[in-house]
């Protein structure tokens, strides 16, 4: 035999072994659960619909014999949203059934409510056939085949639908199975025509006749009729049954008149309502009044009526028009009669199957009430079949069996049953009260004393704590940790955490004496006792010495400097101080930071910055040797120049022993300056030959004594000690100037002065003495007061800032309130891309409206930041353009979703218990679910690796970036870099640093370009630094692997060894590969604590149990898995040290791998129970929806980012799965989704384009 003829013979086999399992009486379908109520129902021969009216046909049964007594009923339906009046209906009956009442045939109905259903019944005794035929005229053997397919079609039902379909696929393959073998040649011979023909004939001739089909007829008056006519078989003959309902067609709806929503809450879980489908919503005009449904019906309870509020005590009056949208609740009774006292009724285990008189039905030792509880079998003693009775089975895996938990009263399905963090075997271990989350009643949870170390046994008044951060390693320089006594409702609330420049930007590595992170300290309330330590790496710093002075230093918010703290003591590496409130600390060594405040930097000028100067210069004999080329003379003609025109003056006066005035203050400089060319020094043999400097001192502050400008200043320049004594005494000159505001710089010349009284004038004004051995020198050193006079209010750029503290800024020797020398190099006469400016950042605002100039009481001088001057701030957006806000609005409002509204609804059910009650049923355990479908989350759809590397990676890139501004302003303040050479490497890293900050996640080629430019820059005028630096940020992102998954030591310990190695051998050095391998762990690190995050969140402040409890559990899993991932990628790594390492870490994926782990050993079988594994999906997908909102909430950057994605992708996934519960499952479903008669889910394609097209425009990069 032929491989063809041998398919041929198969599939005739299976065509024949169908169609007669379909011909000649295929076995009846099991009922649903949820039909028992309708057993019996007369089956729908056809349905027609128009203006809202709804007209059925039906009959006690498709097909009679003569003798019969039939039942045909017909009903009429208002679904429409106002009422329909002048309703009339009547029944047209074959000629072979009689009507045993004629006036049964038809019914005037008059004015019909919205909702409102009528139902009428002919009784009729079938006679001998007539001649009417039914006219689908089908005589004999056709007629005989066609009479099941015409029992079977006409009642509507879903699987009477499924079975016509399998009826037509089959005849479809016996026409085909037909020409195959009638097909099959001879020599010379074809198919037989006749064959063919008979066979059309069968299948294109019979399966019209018993299509049901309704008319609509609107009449050109104000009548409308609308008809409805299907098929009855009579001794095998079908016969046509038909019915019409009249009534007044309707006007159009007026668009003025509000149309309401009219809802039904069932109240009940709906698989166990048996005719669910009656309670669709529907519209309805307002000022319409609703007709009373029919009652649902229920095999577990009763139902007491219809309610208009939650509480069920407002009964619903159907009397009274809708005004608005409108939900109406059904009340139920339950009879709650429990014979064998297994906390399981009996309705519910009549239902169920279990045995009501039997409290332990399959014996396994758990109750019939407890198992359903458990959503295991009653019927069952291994309901998985693993081998594992129910009774022993750890379903919430907290080390205590479902027995063992029932008989303690824990809770079998949550792992922490009083919600403590301490799971219930941990607790029985530990003798603690698991039904107790504080079993001292101290006020303190059991986990949190046995976390401080407290005994949880044991009552206490308060609470000795500790915590600490990470630990000092090699790239941890410094470490911290306080030591506090706390009242029980602060235990929980310490923290100390590492705090970064954006958290704290007081706080920066550039800081002199800067040793290591800052860490802030936070309770709930004040501390009382509190003690805090910093620890150190001694290895690097050593102990203290002479050069060497560790102290702790906190941010005084109020005066946005560092202060440091009093009494603190030193013990080896460690430095210790109490305090009284909590702040954000550091520790810095005093040496140098100290030694950064000691340049002398004077304040800035007062009032407008006018000044007023009196040159006092001595002409005695002397200076013809001392300044022969009268140098004097010309350096003050320079001063002269430099005064601000029509703002500052000056004045001129000489001096032997006797004064004289040879220029009162004027503006005029270039009669100052002829006055100072017009000085001629003394022949030496005069009455006033020799030198007086009191007198010259004295007729300066005379001219001084009635000027008005806020700055005064008198340069003395002289060359010798006073010839006689002083004709006034130079205290009282000091005392003088003193009172006046002048300052008196003092120039010594030669090598004969008073330096001794020079200096002390100088001193007591707040001036300067200046030595000059010859006259050569006077132009430096008048450079120098120019510096500290005129130049304190010169402003070359007028950008407010002074040139004089622009070149100290430049040179790194004027600090920033914490003393830091960020700003080290930068020139603020120029903008960033070296271009003469007052707008360093081009950001709009001048730079001396970014930085202040402040001067403490002490006299010390620093720069204030109010806003950044190296980086602008985003522009404003333009209101016509995107606006990100609105589609984060779309994302996070649960009013726009179905799935949420799905939820509380159940989750208001007050028969809602019985979803897990009757899971079983159905093949679906809640806690599994919800377990599996947070597994499933975080495996499928949580942020992947790849959506965050580029984030870390930038952040890498900024943390080094600004690290290495810190090395480049160090070397300028130390002098061990050439400050034209810095200066364009500070502004190239300023200019990345902008652009990063500003960009999109993505580090473009270009921006890669330009830092590895600026790494060879920085690594030529600082040799060694870059290494450094970007080694530290790559063993940092790699240790967080260890303090992420700390609970997990074994594995730890390993991973600390990897990590150890990273910096110890890395001898080649590259660094963007560097930074991108550190974006890479950063990004397992990330998407590890978003996860880990999330799972706390719901573990916290989920609003279903068995969400929390699986929350809990899995949170437990991760972290245990993801050390285990790393050791295991250590493990095969062989530990090898370097840059190998960790790219070999990050090629390995070890965050999935740790979810991978935890979804193994998570035993999900899905595929059973659909519709209630849906439910429980979408409750569990809008917990993490919620949970991710709290958390976009509370979040910034990266951890925004992905928390926002995370709400997007549930927006979807619930939406999906609301669908899907609300859709039709089984064959049948499937079958009327295959021929469009299904349910509609059109809606949620729109849904979920909305979602993701908002998504897109944010940039987030979901996984579904």
Request: charge should be negative; hydrophobic fraction near 40%; aromatic fraction near 6%.
């Amino acid at each position: 035999m032929s491989l063809s003829s041998m398919r041929a013979k198969a599939a005739l086999f299976v065509a024949s072994f169908a169609l007669a399992a379909l011909f000649l009486g295929a076995p009846a379908r099991p009922a649903l659960a949820d039909e028992a109520a309708a057993a019996g129902d007369a089956p729908v021969l056809a349905e027609g619909s128009q203006d809202g009216l709804v007209l059925s046909v039906t009959a006690d049964k498709g097909s009679y014999a003569v003798g019969d007594a039939a039942v045909i009923g017909f009903s009429v339906e208002n679904d429409g949203p106002r009422a329909a009046s002048n309703v009339s209906v009547s029944l047209n009956l074959p000629d072979s059934m009689k009507a045993e009442d004629p006036g049964s045939l038809s019914a005037s109905i008059g004015t019909m409510a919205v909702g409102e259903r009528r139902t009428f019944e002919v009784r009729a005794s079938v006679e001998a056939l007539g001649s009417q035929g039914g006219g689908t005229g089908a005589d004999g053997p056709v007629g005989s085949i066609l009479e099941p397919l015409g029992r079977l079609l006409p009642t509507g039902d879903p699987f009477a639908l499924l079975m016509a379909g399998a009826a037509f696929f089959a005849l479809a393959a016996f026409v085909v199975l037909a020409f195959v073998f009638t097909g099959k040649r001879r020599a010379g011979r074809g198919r037989s025509p006749l064959t063919v023909l008979l066979v059309v004939a069968l299948v294109a001739g019979t399966l019209p006749s018993f299509e049901p089909t309704a008319k609509a007829h609107a009449d050109e008056a104000s009548g409308a009729s609308l008809s409805a006519q299907a098929s009855v078989f009579v001794d095998g003959t079908p016969q046509n049954v038909g019915a019409v309902v009249s009534y007044d067609a309707p006007p159009p709806l007026d668009p003025a008149v509000p149309v309401h929503s009219v809802g039904y809450m069932l109240g009940i879980s709906d698989v166990l309502v048996s005719n669910r489908d009656a309670f669709e919503p529907r519209d309805i005009v307002e000022g319409e009044r609703l007709a009373r449904p029919e009652d649902p019906v229920s095999p577990v309870a009763d139902f007491a009526g219809w309610y208009a509020d939650m509480a069920l005590t407002q009964p619903f009056d159907f009397d009274a028009p809708i005004v608005k949208d409108t939900v109406l609740v059904a009340k139920w009774v339950m009879d709650e009669t429990d014979s064998d006292n297994d906390g399981l009724p009996d309705g519910q285990e009549e239902f169920v199957g279990s045995d009501p008189h039997s409290p332990d039905t399959d014996g396994d030792g758990l109750t019939d009430g407890c198992e359903v509880e458990l959503g295991t079998s009653p019927l069952v003693p291994d309901t998985d079949g693993d081998g594992v009775s129910d009774y022993d089975e750890d379903y919430d895996m907290d080390g205590l069996s479902n027995g063992r938990e029932i008989e303690l009263g824990t809770d079998p399905l949550n792992p922490d049953t009083d919600g403590d963090d301490l799971s219930d075997g941990r607790e029985m271990e530990l003798g603690t009260d698991p039904l107790n989350p504080d079993t001292d009643g101290d006020g303190v949870d059991d986990a949190s004393e046995v976390l401080i170390g407290t005994d949880p046994l044991v009552p206490a008044e308060s609470f000795p704590s500790m915590v600490s951060s990470e630990p000092v390693t090699e790239d941890n320089l410094v470490a911290a940790s306080v030591k506090v006594e706390l009242d029980a409702p602060q235990v929980g609330t310490l923290e100390v955490a590492r705090a970064s420049a954006t958290d704290e930007p007081l706080v920066d590595s550039s800081i002199p004496g800067y040793m290591g992170a800052a860490y802030s300290f936070t309770v709930n309330g004040e501390p009382r006792d509190a003690v805090i330590t910093f620890s150190y790496n001694q290895d690097v710093f050593g102990l203290p010495n002479d050069g060497f002075s560790p102290s702790i230093y906190y941010v005084n918010h109020e005066t946005g400097t560092l202060d440091k703290l009093e009494n603190q003591t030193r013990e080896g590496n460690t430095v210790s101080a109490p305090v009284t409130h909590f702040s954000t600390y550091v520790l810095i060594n005093d040496v140098p930071f100290g030694k950064a405040w000691e340049a002398d930097i004077l304040p800035p000028m007062q009032g407008n910055g006018a000044i007023d100067m009196v040159f006092a210069i001595d002409r005695s004999k002397s200076m013809n040797y001392n300044d022969a080329a009268d140098l004097r003379k010309l350096v003050s003609k320079q001063f002269v120049d430099k005064l601000k025109e029509g703002v500052d003056r000056a004045g001129v006066v000489t001096f032997t022993r006797k004064a004289q005035v040879d220029s009162d203050l004027s503006f005029d400089k270039e009669a100052l300056k002829a006055a100072v060319d017009g000085i001629v020094n003394d022949s030496g043999y005069g009455a006033y030959s020799g030198t007086d400097g009191s007198a010259g001192i004295s007729a300066a502050l005379e001219m001084l004594a009635e000027s008005d400008a806020p700055n005064k200043f008198v340069l003395f320049l002289t060359d010798g000690e006073d010839s006689s004594p002083p004709s006034i005494p130079y205290a009282d000159i000091e005392a003088t100037a003193q009172a006046q505001g002048v300052a008196v710089y003092t120039v010594g010349l030669g090598s004969d002065p008073d330096k001794e009284l020079l200096m002390q004038i100088a001193e007591a004004t707040g001036g300067k003495y200046y030595e000059a051995k010859a006259g050569l020198d006077l132009d430096e050193i008048f450079d120098e007061i120019e510096g500290e006079t005129i130049d304190l209010t010169l402003d070359s750029n007028a950008d407010g800032i002074p040139d004089y503290y622009n070149e100290r800024i430049k040179a790194g020797t004027m600090l920033l309130s914490n003393g830091s020398r960020r700003l080290a190099g930068i020139d603020f006469n120029l903008d960033k891309d070296g271009n003469p400016s007052d707008d360093y950042d081009h950001d709009g605002v001048k730079n001396g409206d970014e930085l202040r100039i402040v001067t403490t009481p002490a006299g010390g001088v620093y720069l204030a930041m109010d806003s950044d001057p190296l980086t602008a701030p985003p522009e404003p957006s333009d209101p016509s353009e995107y606006d990100p806000s609105r589609d984060t609005e779309t994302l996070l409002n649960d009013a726009l979703y179905c799935y949420p509204a799905a939820v509380a609804e159940k989750r208001d059910d007050f028969l809602g218990a019985l979803d897990a009650a009757l899971g079983f049923v159905f093949g679906a355990n809640k806690d599994t679910v919800t377990r599996g479908m947070l597994v499933d989350y975080m495996s499928d759809y949580a942020a992947s690796t790849k959506a965050a590397e580029a984030a870390c990676e930038r952040d890498a890139m900024i943390d080094v970036l600004e690290q290495m501004r810190a090395a480049i302003s160090t070397a300028i303040a130390d002098g061990t870099a050439a400050l034209d050479n810095a200066n364009g490497v500070v502004n190239d890293i300023n200019s990345l640093l902008d652009r990063l900050l500003k960009s999109a996640p993505d580090v473009s080629l270009e921006i890669r370009e330009r830092f590895e430019t600026v790494v060879t820059t920085v690594e030529e005028i600082c040799p060694g630094r870059v290494y450094t630096v970007t080694t530290r940020a790559l063993s940092v992102e790699a240790r967080r692997v260890v303090n992420l998954t700390a609970a997990a030591q074994g594995a730890a310990d390993e991973i600390d060894r990897l990590t150890n190695n990273v910096t110890a051998t890395m001898t080649a050095f590259d660094a963007l590969s560097s930074i991108t391998t550190c974006g890479k762990v950063g990004a397992n690190n990330a998407v590890f604590s978003a996860n880990a995050e999330m799972l706390a969140d719901l573990k916290e402040n989920g609003s279903d149990d068995n969400v929390r409890g699986a929350a809990g559990t899995v949170l437990d899993m991760l972290a245990g898995n993801y050390a285990s991932a790393m050791w295991s990628i250590a493990g095969e790594a062989g530990l090898a040290a370097g840059m190998a390492v960790l790219e070999f870490f990050v090629s390995k994926n070890p965050v999935g791998l740790a979810v991978v782990s935890v979804r193994d050993a998570v035993d999900v079988v899905f595929g059973l129970g659909e519709h209630y594994e849906q439910g429980f999906q979408m409750l569990c997908i809008d917990e993490i929806t919620s949970s991710a909102r709290r958390l976009h909430a509370r979040s910034q950057g990266l951890e925004r980012t992905l928390s926002l994605t995370d709400v997007a992708q549930t927006r979807i996934l619930g939406e999906r799965a609301c669908a899907g519960y609300e859709s039709v499952h089984g064959i049948a479903g499937a079958f009327l989704e295959l021929i469009g008669q299904g349910y509609d889910d059109s809606w949620l394609e729109g849904r979920e384009s909305m979602v993701r097209a908002a998504a897109g425009r944010l940039g987030l990069d979901m996984a579904c």
